[in-house]
Nanobody
Framework: QVQLVESGGGSVQAGGSLRLSCAVS????????MGWFRQAPGKEREGVAS????????YYADSVKGRFTISQALAKNTLYLQMNSLKPEDTAMYYC????????????????????????WGQGTQVTVSS
């Protein structure tokens, strides 16, 4: 059974940092696309960052480029999101997600951080940034 468990959320002031973690179990971690998404109240869930677990290529939403870094610890089956220079507009529930890479569309969905390509989701961790 696939499980994704996020941790590391919390409340910080603008300009602060947080590191989110996602512990993965129930499948072979390597060979997937892993991603972070977020959803603010009243808004759609949006892609933040993604990574090919095999190879480590990373992709980011324009809104977080230069501030957030996605990384992984393959030996620990763990995904991370380092968030620096946080802004109030980063306030949201953050979700870890995993997607298989079987087809060209799967790869495209990984590169564009499109939720359509992610079939496994965690429960989320709340990030609140105050001004």
């Amino acid at each position: 059974q696939v499980q994704l468990v996020e941790s590391g959320g919390g409340s910080v002031q603008a300009g602060g940092s947080l590191r989110l973690s996602c512990a993965v179990s129930g499948y072979t971690y390597s060979g997937y696309c892993m991603g972070w998404f977020r959803q603010a109240p009243g808004k759609e869930r949006e892609g933040v960052a993604s990574i090919y677990t095999a190879g480590g290529n990373t992709y980011y939403a324009d809104s977080v480029k230069g501030r957030f870094t996605i990384s992984q610890a393959l030996a620990k089956n763990t995904l991370y999101l380092q968030m620096n220079s946080l802004k109030p507009e980063d306030t949201a529930m953050y979700y870890c997600a995993a997607g298989r890479l079987y087809t060209y569309d799967d790869s495209r969905n990984c590169r564009t951080i499109d939720r359509a390509g992610f079939g496994y989701w965690g429960q989320g961790t709340q990030v609140t940034v105050s001004s």
